[in-house]
């Protein structure tokens, strides 16, 4: 099953060449801990999934170099230019210029001007260029969109796209990964931004995969040993993160091994159209130096994942192993943070051994949720990033709710006062919109505080 994705704004284009970078990586690692016959068959599996096959001409002849299935949008062409650029600088991998689109003015980061404006004026020939990448793909699988809450362009305009990739593939599976601005403020609007693009693509996207800045940094800071964080080595998080449950796998639950693709994914994922939101824990990760003398057990990494989950950590260190699924408040409200279902991926030397039996224990999840639907586990016994033994969980649970209410309380103050909502008004919205956005959002909120 091919994935094409669409990289949207600035941030979802920067985002999209480290994924593919990153995927490149991994799929021509040299240490893989399988069989010639086994590496070659997941190298074509993962090659069909996310590129085609470009030939070149070269002193010897021609050869051939895997070109992303992508699709390129910005409303500048800066950033567009920098990815392509980098893409051909690598010699690895390449992109289809052809597959971009761009115009000559931002959206400011005003998300009305990104939807309103930008959004419809584009729509025709973005979606000209997915039906084209669309049509290369013998089994198309869904789309991935990466984009950012904060700005005008990836916000508004992949919005704007989303919808109309709804409308134009009613039946294919849309991922939406949404990068997450800081608390300490990107933009004065982001609030607002981050607000209309959450509750438009709740009514599109069949899942929203949150980066949070904030968890990203202290990753990058703390796990990875970076001083001086870019926004690149914040990108390389986020592609590692969606590349480990991307990459080939085989579930546990499919019947005959079959592959984990991205439509059994989110069926297990979101068995509720209220409950979209997914966040991603991995472990290990370390630096290069560290990676070098580190050992790990699988039944050390699944019950530290397993404690990820339940206390809401961003990473392995610094863990509160006090908060347990037995954990009350005063009024008796369960303080740890509760799930709907989670899917573990397990890659490495003896994966298909692993018991994740940790994940099975039906007092993390809800308890209106059958047993049997709650926990699902896929395998893959090559090696992932140069890790001997790695798992990412992908949870559908109350990790997003605090960030989430966050950002509904900064929107709402701003808008009682109604702080540059004129800037939005200008471009066709009304007041009614954004009230919308606000029940929209509270009634996610709710949803997820009955877990």
């Not at 013998?138 to 990739?165: D, E, H, N, P």
């Not at 030397?349 to 993390?364: E, L, M």
């Amino acid at each position: 099953m091919s994935l094409i994705t669409l990289q949207l704004g600035q941030c979802g284009n920067q985002v999209g060449g480290q994924i593919f970078s990153t995927l490149v990586d991994d799929i021509f690692a040299k240490s893989t801990g399988l069989s010639n016959k086994e590496n070659q068959a997941y190298m074509q599996s993962s090659l069909e999934k996310f590129f085609t096959q470009r030939e070149t001409a070269g002193r010897d002849g021609s050869s051939s170099l895997p070109m992303a299935r992508a699709v390129l949008v910005d409303m500048e062409s800066k950033a567009i230019s920098h990815t392509l650029q980098q893409a051909k600088k690598s010699g690895r991998w390449t992109y289809c210029a052809k597959r971009s689109y761009h115009q000559k003015r931002g959206s400011g980061n005003n998300w009305a001007h990104g939807f309103c404006v930008h959004g419809p004026k584009s729509h025709e020939d973005v979606m000209d260029l997915v039906r084209k990448e669309a049509e290369k793909c013998s089994r198309l699988g869904g789309f991935v969109s990466l984009m950012s809450l904060a700005g005008g362009t990836g916000s508004g305009v992949g919005a704007y796209i989303t919808q109309s990739l709804r409308d134009e593939y009613p039946h294919s599976f849309i991922l939406n990964q949404v990068v997450w601005p800081y608390t300490t403020g990107e933009v004065i609007v982001q609030n607002y931004n981050a607000v209309l693009t959450l509750s438009h693509l709740y009514d599109t996207a069949d899942a929203l995969v949150v980066m949070e800045n904030d968890t990203l940094h202290k990753i990058c800071n703390q796990l990875l040993a970076i001083k001086n964080i870019s926004f690149e080595d914040i990108n390389r998080v986020i592609a590692h993160k969606l590349t480990s449950v991307l990459q080939p796998c085989v579930s546990d639950s499919a019947g005959g091994g079959q592959m984990c693709d991205l439509g059994s994914m989110l069926e297990h994922l979101v068995p509720h159209p209220q409950h979209k939101l997914l966040t991603i824990k991995n472990i290990p990760q370390m630096s290069d130096v560290a990676r070098e003398f580190s050992f790990h057990q699988w039944s050390g990494l699944i019950k530290n994942l397993r404690q990820m989950l339940i206390a809401n950590a961003p990473m392995e260190e610094g863990i509160n192993w006090a908060i347990k699924p037995s954990s009350r408040t005063a009024s008796g409200h369960t303080c740890f943070n509760r799930s709907l279902s989670s899917l573990v991926v397990l890659r490495g030397k003896d994966a298909n051994s692993v018991d994740p039996f940790y994940f099975t224990d039906s007092s993390i999840y809800t308890p209106w949720m059958p047993s049997d639907m709650t926990c699902c586990v896929a395998r893959q016994p090559r090696l992932f990033c140069e890790y001997e033994k790695s798992a990412a969980l992908v949870s559908n649970s109350r990790a997003s709710v605090q960030p989430l209410n966050r950002i509904i309380d900064k929107a709402w103050t701003m808008f009682s006062t109604r702080a540059y909502v004129h800037q939005y008004l200008k471009h066709g919205m009304t007041e009614e919109d954004f009230l919308d956005s606000f029940v929209s959002l509270e009634k996610v909120v709710a949803s997820y505080d009955n877990l």
